[in-house]
Every structure is written in C-alpha cells, then in structure tokens.
C-alpha cells in the first residue's frame, strides 16, 4: 500500500470535540475528521456518531466513489438527526486506493492535496451549514489528482489560525510522524496555546 498515515488531536481545553480516525480497508485505507460543534450540547456525540458509522462503512469491501461517500455522510446526517438529543459536526470522509482518492466533506473543516509544486483546496467549496446531524446537510464529492502528494484533512482549529504556507511547507517535509503535531503547532498563539480544538490526518502517497 502506498500510503503513509499520521493522526493527532489536541485542544485548549480538558476534552476536546474533534475527532480523528483511520482504518485498514480491502481496498486501501479510509480516513476523517469531524468537528463537534463546540457552543452547543452533543457536539461531541455528533462527531462520535460520525466516526462510529463511518468504521462501519470501512468493511465495505468495493472502493466508494465521491457520491457514493457524498450519500454515506447524508444518510449518517438523516441518522444522527434522528437521535433525541443529538447535536452536529462537520465531517471529511475519504477512501484511498493505490492510485484513486475519493471524499466527500460537510462543513468548514479542510482537505488539502500538497504536491511538491501545488496546493489544492479539496473542499473550498463544500457548504459550511447545515452540519451533519441537522437532517438537512449537503456533502461536497470530491476526487484527488492521481499524483504523488500528501492530503491532509483538518479542523477549522488547524486551518483558520495557522499560516497557509507555514501549513504547506510543513506538510512537504521528509518526516511524516511529526508533520500533524508540527501543524497543530502552527496553529498554536505566541503563548502556546490552541484557540479551538485541532485534529487533523495527513496521509501521503509515495
């Protein structure tokens, strides 16, 4: 398989709302992220819920396509909306071949593909609200160029507060185990300290 996988999460405060996960599939990998939205109860049991059906879904033996992930995230909205009590997310979900990426976004978190010449905003023109968990959530489909790159998948506490190119340069660096804590680092005030939850999957292809 040629991809290399790193997960990390972190938060300004005693528990965070952001999740990350990976999982092994017959086809490759599939990787997300999902931000509870902080502010409001369940933000945490909406993107708990995503995760959980999402590994689900990683059994699933046939590679998804963009829509066909596109429809996952829409039924898990229909499914996390008719929970009592539930609360919403964002959500990135994508599927890794040897040669294909596809994914499917809700919300203001980010997947961006960085090649060693190129950064490609995968997901600039997902809708930002109805998160999923609303019932109403519209996913954005979304493919990668078959090319050697590295995606990474983050929350708005990794994206909205760190420099684009510090992000980019980070990510093209030759280490990859500490390429997620450097960027939620890049994230980070002169204190030291996060703004808002940060998690994030960086996933490169060789």
Same mark, same amino acid.
């Given at each position: 398989m040629p991809w290399l996988i790193a997960t990390a999460a972190d938060s300004y405060r005693v528990a965070t709302e952001d999740r990350v996960a990976a999982w092994p599939t017959a086809y490759g990998l599939l990787v997300a992220v999902a931000d509870g939205m902080g502010g409001r109860a369940g933000g945490a049991a909406a993107a708990n819920f995503v995760i959980r059906h999402l590994e689900a879904h990683a059994r699933w033996p046939a590679f998804p396509t963009p829509d066909a992930l596109a429809e996952l995230l829409r039924q898990i909205d229909r499914d996390a909306a008719a929970q009592s009590g539930g609360g919403e997310t964002t959500a990135i979900v994508c599927a890794l071949t #040897? *040669? #294909?990426? *596809? $994914?499917?976004?809700? $919300?203001? *978190?980010?997947?961006w593909w960085v090649t060693a010449t190129a950064v490609q905003a995968l997901t600039v023109e997902a809708v930002r609200k109805p998160w999923v968990g609303s019932g109403s959530a519209n996913p954005l489909p979304f493919a990668v160029p078959n090319v050697p790159g590295t995606l990474l998948l983050m929350t708005d506490g990794v994206w909205e507060y760190a420099d684009p190119a510090v992000l980019r340069d980070i990510a093209r660096g030759d280490d990859l185990a500490t390429i997620p804590a450097r960027l939620i680092d890049a994230a980070r005030m002169r204190t030291g300290q996060l703004q808002d939850d940060a998690a994030l999957v960086v996933a490169r292809r060789n």
């Open positions: #040897e *040669s #294909e990426v *596809s $994914g499917a976004a809700v $919300g203001d *978190s980010a997947a």
